[in-house]
């Protein structure tokens, strides 16, 4: 008897029944305490300058309890004019104790996302609450005068249901003192998606790999750099898609289809622009919701947003004549929830720039290569791998000639992506193993004049995913699950160097009744460590660690976070 593919993913969904733990007020997250299973992660707060900030309260204490879309009005901070040395949006969520699901959280200003994450899970008797922080310096440009903002995080609540979510969230808005080295975007544009009825979806939703978040600009003709900040988050049959096969052995093996590959495809125009891995996140009731109680996932409470550089397109993008930015995502089979927001960086010595691309070697689409070496004996036992592999190199150069002489940029990238999944089938067990990586490596020279300089910066994802469903004579079934996720990216530049290693890894066994109901898990264990450092004195290490579902060890480096 093999678990039905339907119910081995509806597992996130099912209630958690924990130990007691202490229900604490919504508006204030407690510092991590040895034994408790409140959810508590390692990730370090946003670096705050020294100083008090103007702070604007976006909204408080509202209530998440139906799929409406909520609004707030933001003012900017009276008497507290930029320029801004650091910009900080800060919010505290809380989940009531009872029976929920994992939610998706969006929040946006007149439509440029300025947070995306998803929600930790209740327990019956525990009501977890999160601080997250988001740096949103770059953005400064969008914070100059009043606009409307929206909360998108859709819950149900009934008798079933019972989870109440409730979020409060502020901009912190630190002065500059002197002369700051923070350069903000001169333009903040937000990619939008009709939703039929004159609004815009938020975020956006691509079902299929023709499906784009697309919008056509008439922008400022002086730019001279231009970004695109891209999330791209997997949804109902993608959530796992990293667990999905080729369609041709996607019914034998129960699992979904269109291969274990997704990868963001960004374009101008039509014309191919950028490319953007799929970060393998996953909430806090994937998989088995005890994998990440208390510690959840790799970023699974706060995305962070991927930036595409498309500035060898400055030129292009300053003709005055309308272009259209638009974002895909290959193989998505329903379906990914995206946002995109354009970052322009003005010459402001001059109204009109001049350039144009020089090169541009970025194919239409990726050409992964499969490999299936599976085989079924005479009853029906699978055994063996298959392999998702992608390969892309390219360059993409081009000027603009502004006020201070010629730019000239050349972007070499290497994006690879792999794969590796083992089955072992039986009537009694199903095994899957997943390895993966994605690894990009970018390389960037800016030459004016006789003076170049470049920058090199390298992203990878390595993931494993584990488990063993088995089938008992009772009907009964235990599945054994092991995780490991890791975000890891350098940046070397003649100006300035970081690095940033988040690892968690977690297991457990789960286990089910013959309705395929929780009730209960043993051996739960998790560990996250995070480290990070850079040349102008940021350096920050914490490790957490948990067994049977409450933590059990904090290290020195973790910070006394005073949002705690």
């Known amino acids: 008897m093999r678990l039905p593919l339907p119910v081995r993913y509806a597992l996130r969904a099912l209630p958690l029944c924990l130990l007691s733990f202490t229900n604490f007020a919504q508006a204030q ?47 900017p901070p009276a008497n507290c004019s930029g320029p801004y040395e650091k910009i900080v949006f800060a919010a505290d969520f809380n989940v009531t104790a009872g029976v929920q699901f994992d939610r998706t959280a969006v929040i946006d200003l007149n439509y440029v996302n300025i947070y995306f994450g998803t929600t930790a899970e209740p327990g019956q008797t525990v009501s977890p609450s999160w601080h997250i922080e988001r740096d949103e310096t770059d953005y400064a440009a969008l914070f100059a005068t009043p606009q409307t903002g929206h909360i998108i995080l859709g819950n149900i609540v009934n008798s079933t249901y019972t989870g109440i979510i409730s979020g409060s969230a502020q901009l912190q808005f630190y002065r500059a003192h002197g002369k700051s080295e923070a350069q903000s975007a001169d333009a903040v544009l937000p990619l939008t998606q009709s939703n039929g009825s004159g609004g815009f979806n938020e975020p956006a939703f691509l079902y299929t790999a023709t499906d784009q978040l697309a919008t056509t600009f008439t922008l400022p ?47 101008i125009d039509g ?28 970023q699974t409470l706060n995305f962070a947003p991927y930036r595409v550089d498309l500035t060898p397109f400055a030129g292009l993008l300053s003709n005055g004549q309308p272009h259209t930015v ?8 329903n379906y990914f929830s995206a946002t995109g927001t354009l970052l322009l960086f003005l010459d402001h010595g001059s109204k009109q720039v001049t350039g144009e691309i020089t090169v541009n070697t970025i194919s239409a689409a990726p050409n992964p290569v499969i490999d299936e070496n599976l085989q079924i004996d005479s009853s029906g ?32 990238q290497s994006v690879n992506f792999k794969n590796l999944q083992i089955f072992d089938i039986t009537a009694s067990v199903y095994g899957q193993d997943v390895s993966q990586l994605t690894s990009v490596e970018s390389t960037t020279i800016t030459r004016q004049g006789p003076v170049s300089f470049q920058t090199e910066e390298t992203s990878s994802y390595p993931f494993t995913f584990n488990y063993t469903d088995t089938f008992n004579a009772d009907g009964s079934v235990t599945q054994l699950s092991n995780v490991a996720q890791e975000y890891k990216k350098n940046l070397w530049s003649p100006f300035f160097s970081s690095f940033v290693d988040n690892k968690v890894t977690s297991t457990d066994s789960l286990d089910l009744n013959s309705s395929f ?48």
């Open 29 to 75: 997250t407690p510092p991590p305490t040895i034994g408790s299973q409140n959810t508590v992660t390692a990730d370090p707060p946003v670096s705050h300058p020294d100083g008090k900030p103007c702070v604007v309260q976006l909204f408080s204490g509202y209530q998440f309890v139906n799929f409406n879309v909520l609004s707030y009005q933001f003012t």
């Open 221 to 267: 003709q002086n730019i001279e750099r231009a970004y695109l900040d891209i999330i791209t988050q997997s949804q109902i049959g993608d959530e796992f898609w990293y667990s999905c096969v080729p369609n041709d052995v996607a019914t034998e093996l129960e699992n979904c289809g269109n291969t274990a590959f997704r990868e963001a495809e960004i374009s």
């Open 517 to 564: 109901e929780i009730t209960g898990n043993s051996g739960a264990q998790s560990r996250q460590t995070y480290g990070s450092f850079d040349t102008r004195g940021g350096s920050y290490s914490c490790t957490l660690t948990s067994e049977s579902n409450a933590l059990t060890a904090i290290s020195r480096g973790c910070p006394s976070n005073k949002s705690w």
């Open 271 to 298: 014309t191919p622009a950028g490319v953007a891995p799929v970060y393998p996140w996953i909430y806090t009731g994937g998989l088995d919701p005890f994998l990440w109680v208390p510690i959840p996932g790799v």
């Open 326 to 333: 638009a974002l895909s995502v290959f193989n998505a089979n």
């Open 381 to 412: 036992d699978i055994t063996g791998t298959v392999t998702t592999s992608s390969s892309r190199s390219f360059k993409v150069a081009g000027f603009v000639t502004t006020s201070r002489g010629r730019i000239e940029t050349e972007l070499a």
